[in-house]
């Protein structure tokens, strides 16, 4: 792939001119709290980073330090937070309150970056949302969320809402090419991705891509009814899944020699690597889910193929399965034990 080297603090956000304008905007009188609201890979988490640049250098120079540094989630006045459980509870809200709190290290101004809060519970939303109202002058929030919850409603309301458009697969395939991509694997690993252009990007160099999408679409044929045989799918399944996370763990492998290299030149003081390890540790967690998410709607088309050509005894078994794989999917959100929630979904599913 070819890099190109970026001019402009938004450069890694794609097909979200409006976001990108109002922000730009924004930036220039900054209020406490802005809500990003899109779904998963929409480039909003790109957004969340170049907007904390802009306002960490106060101009669009990606060159600048604190720009760089905001760009790469090692700027020691912007703190990202990811939820450490299945949702974001009240304790952790209490760690965010009391870090928000705190003067900033280097400048006058710092940075919170809120990560899935739409899957904040209700205790948690309303610890935070004094906060929100009244935050430290010296601290600006950016919230990110795939949707607005019930939960999210009162905090939302204390924020400037911000809209990330779904990216469409078209687009997704062109930054492909853009990257180098075959324009053949381009449009496969779009396809795949659902809109995500952050998996797009990692479906694209991965050879396996095709054999894990056999793989579950061939579970319907494969189940006989018996533990052993779903035990034996489900080891497979996610030996194919690990296997898939080879090409991100070397670019992983990658950053963190590019830091490590940054840091013996430059002397830069905070290396950020706590930071970037963490932040590595999140996106191989997301693309474990993502892997099983993209399985698992491909198992769903393969029964709702069945159904319409006729090939099931009896069409409510059909129905009543891909009823299951989606409350599976949504089981997905809570952090499962991986191999329990498979097995227990394939045991209840008919064999075609």
């Known amino acids: 792939m070819t890099l190109v080297e970026s001019t402009s603090v938004w450069a890694a956000v794609v097909g979200q001119t409006q976001a990108v304008r109002r922000l730009t905007q924004a930036a220039a009188n900054p209020v406490h709290a802005y809500l990003f609201v899109g779904p998963p890979g929409s480039t909003k988490d790109e957004a969340s980073r ?7 250098a106060g101009a669009d120079d990606p060159s600048n330090r604190d720009a760089r540094l905001a760009l790469a989630g090692t700027h020691p ?21 009391r870090n928000a709190s705190m003067a900033p290290v280097e400048g006058s101004r710092k940075v919170m970056i809120l990560h899935d809060f739409h899957l ?6 309303a610890r935070l949302l004094k906060t929100l109202e009244e935050p430290p002058a010296s601290t600006i929030f950016i919230v990110l969320a795939d949707q607005v919850t ?11 809402r911000i809209l990330f458009a779904a990216l469409s697969t078209d687009l997704v395939a062109a ?7 075959d324009p053949g694997t381009a449009e496969v690993a779009a396809k795949a991705a659902e809109g995500n252009l952050t998996r797009a990007r990692v479906l694209a160099t991965d050879p396996g891509l095709m054999a894990r999408r056999d793989a579950f679409a061939a579970i319907a044929r494969r189940l006989d009814g018996t533990g052993t045989t779903v035990v034996q799918l489900c080891n497979e399944l996610l030996t194919l899944i690990d296997a898939a996370a080879t090409a991100l ?6 950053e963190l020699a590019a830091l490590e290299a940054r840091v013996a030149a430059t002397g830069e003081r905070g290396s950020g690597r706590k ?29 709702r193929d069945a159904l319409v050509r006729g090939q099931l005894p009896r069409p409510e078994a059909g129905v009543t399965a891909v009823t299951r794989i989606h409350t599976a999917l949504e089981a997905m959100e809570r952090n499962p034990n991986e191999a329990l929630l498979m097995q227990a979904l394939l045991l209840d599913l008919p064999s075609l």
């Open 175 to 181: 930054q492909l090419v853009d990257l180098g991509i």
């Open 50 to 56: 170049a907007f904390a640049a802009l306002l960490m």
């Open 275 to 303: 930071q970037l390890e963490d932040h590595h540790k999140r996106e191989l967690r997301r693309h474990r889910v993502d892997e099983l998410r993209s399985g698992l709607g491909v198992l769903a088309g393969t029964y």
């Open 77 to 97: 006045d912007v703190r990202e937070i990811e939820r450490l459980g299945a949702r974001i509870s009240a304790e952790q809200v209490a760690d965010i309150i």
């Open 150 to 160: 019930p939960e999210l409603v009162t905090i939302a309301s204390r924020c400037v």
């Open 120 to 125: 904040l519970d209700a205790a948690a939303a």
């Open 249 to 254: 763990s070397a670019r992983h492998a990658d």
